[in-house]
C-alpha cells in the first residue's frame, strides 16, 4: 500500500476511534447528544440575566433566614410542613426520614431517631397530605409513608418522580398526585465519603449527555393510573398545581424556563411558556398560600460554560474532566416570587454570595 494511503488510513482511524471516545459518555449512559435548536436559543436567552435580578433585593433578604439543626441532618432538597402537630419533615441524603417538632422561640428542635428509612434512592419533594407522607423518589418513584406506622409504599414503580404537589380541590388520602419525571436515566449512588444518590451529579451527568426525556405526569389515587402531561423536557424539575386546579406548572432545567400545561377550560392539553430567561437552574417550585402567586428556587446561577454546551466535543470533554466543572461551583441562595396569572416577577429574594443560604433547591 501507498505510504501515504497508510497514514491516510491511520489518521482516520485515530479520528473515528477519538470521536467515538469523545462523543460517547463515559458513564455507559450512551452517545453525547445534538442539542435541540430551540434548546440552544432558550440557554443563549439566559445569558446576562443574573446581575438585574439579584439588583431587585439589594437588601439579600436570604441573609436573614435562621438556620435549624445545622450539622444534625445532610442534603435534605424539602420540607414537608406542616403536619397537624405543627411538625416538620425531611429527609436526609442518605433517604432517612426526620421529623423537626417546634420549639421556643419559633425555632424547631430535631426529633430524636428516624422516622423511617426509604431505602436506596433520593428524595426529592415530599409533602403530608394527612397521616401519610408522599415523597418523590429520583430512583423508585411515588413513596407513600404510613406516619403512624413507618410503613412505605411504592405507588409508580414505573416512574421515577423529582419533585410532586397535591391537586388543591381533592380530600386528603385521595388526592391526585402531579410529579415530574427528570429523566429515562437512572440515579446513581455518589462516589466518595457517603454512599448517597447525587442528584447534581446526575444532573450535570444528563446535561453534558444532551438528555431531554423528562417529563410531567399525574397519578390518580381513585383509578391508580399514571397520565402523561408533557414529555421530552431537558431535566424535568419542580411541579405544582395552581389554586384552582386549572393548570400545573414544570420547571425546566436544562432550559431556564418553567412551562405552563392547561388541565381543564378551553385551553385544556395547551403547554406554553410560563417563565424563561431564568438567571439560573430552576429546581423547585410551590405555589404561595394565597394560590396568586409561584415560588421558584434557583439551584444554581448561570455559568460561562453553558454557551458552550452547543458543541458537543465540549461536553463530551467535560464528562471527562468533572473538576473542571466544580471549580466553577458558586454558592447562590436565590428564590424568585412569580405572578400567578402571567409569570412575571414580582420579587427577589436572594443570598448573592451564598453566605447563610449557599444553595436553594425547593422554597
Known sequence: MDPRMRTLHRVMLAAALGGTFLFTMPDGS??????????????HAAAGKLAP?????????????????????????????????????????????????????GSYALARGDVAHLGPGRAGGNVVDGER???????KGLVELDLRTGRASLLTPRHSANDLDLHPSDPPGRARILFSRSTVFPILPARGAHSAYDAMDWYVRCALRG??????????????????????????????????????LVAESSAFRVLRVWLRGANAGAVETFAQGLPGFPDG?????????FWLAIVAPYSPVVPLLRFRLVRGLLARA??????????????????????????????????????????
Open 133 to 139: 407522607l408522599l415523597v418523590a423518589d429520583d430512583l
Open 30 to 43: 450512551g452517545p453525547v447528544l445534538a442539542l435541540r435548536p430551540e434548546l440552544v436559543a432558550l440557554q
Open 285 to 293: 417550585i410551590s405555589r404561595s398560600a394565597d394560590g396568586h402567586s
Open 53 to 105: 435580578v439579584l439588583a431587585r433585593d439589594p437588601e439579600q433578604r436570604l441573609r436573614a433566614c435562621a438556620r435549624h439543626a445545622s450539622g444534625q441532618i445532610h442534603g435534605p432538597e424539602t420540607v414537608a410542613a406542616p403536619a397537624r402537630n405543627g411538625s416538620l419533615y425531611l429527609i436526609n441524603r442518605d433517604n432517612a426520614v426526620r421529623r423537626a417538632d417546634p420549639a421556643a422561640g
Open 322 to 363: 468533572r473538576p473542571l466543572l466544580n471549580m466553577l461551583k458558586r454558592p447562590l441562595g436565590l428564590v424568585l416570587q412569580l405572578r400567578a396569572s402571567d409569570g412575571e416577577l414580582i420579587a427577589v429574594y436572594a443570598d448573592a454570595r451564598g453566605d447563610v443560604v449557599t444553595r436553594a433547591d425547593e422554597p
Open 211 to 248: 438528555d431531554a426525556t423528562g417529563g410531567l405526569y399525574e397519578y390518580n389515587a381513585a383509578t391508580l393510573e399514571t397520565t402523561e402531561l408533557l414529555a421530552g423536557l431537558a431535566f424535568a424539575n419542580g411541579a405544582a398545581y395552581s389554586a384552582d386546579g386549572a393548570f400545573a
